[in-house]
């Protein structure tokens, strides 16, 4: 059973930082890819972020490159988001999502079939 378990949410000031952790238990695969995906109230959840597990190839949204970077440590089987130059219009609750091997598209929630709870990001005016 793989779990995830994100933390590093919060409130913070347009221009500010954070980095997102998604700790995942146990996955039992010798291949999968990790991504972010985000929601916010009202819209459909978004994709940020992705990276292979096993060569660290990432993808991201337009919205976020050059600000956002993901990245993974093996040995602890996290994968982090740190958010720089952050604006309002990233304000959404961000979701980890795990799965097997490497799905055609990386952007496509659909593709994934582990999550977890969510962390919400504010970013204030």
């Known amino acids: 059973q793989v779990q995830l378990v994100e933390s590093g949410g919060g409130l913070v000031q347009t221009g500010g930082s954070l980095r997102l952790s998604c700790a995942a238990s146990g996955p039992p695969f010798s291949s999968y890819i990790m991504g972010w995906f985000r929601q916010a109230p009202g819209k459909e959840r978004e994709f940020v972020a992705a990276i292979m597990w096993s060569g660290g190839r990432t993808n991201y949204a337009d919205s976020v490159k050059g600000r956002f970077t993901i990245s993974r440590d093996n040995a602890k089987n996290t994968v982090y988001l740190q958010m720089n130059s952050l604006k309002p219009e990233d304000t959404a609750a961000y979701y980890c999502?795990?799965?097997?091997?490497?799905?055609?598209?990386?952007?496509?929630?659909?593709?994934?079939?582990?999550w977890g709870q969510g962390t919400q990001v504010t970013v204030s005016s």
């Open positions: 999502a795990l799965e097997r091997g490497y799905p055609t598209d990386a952007s496509d929630y659909a593709a994934y079939g582990y």
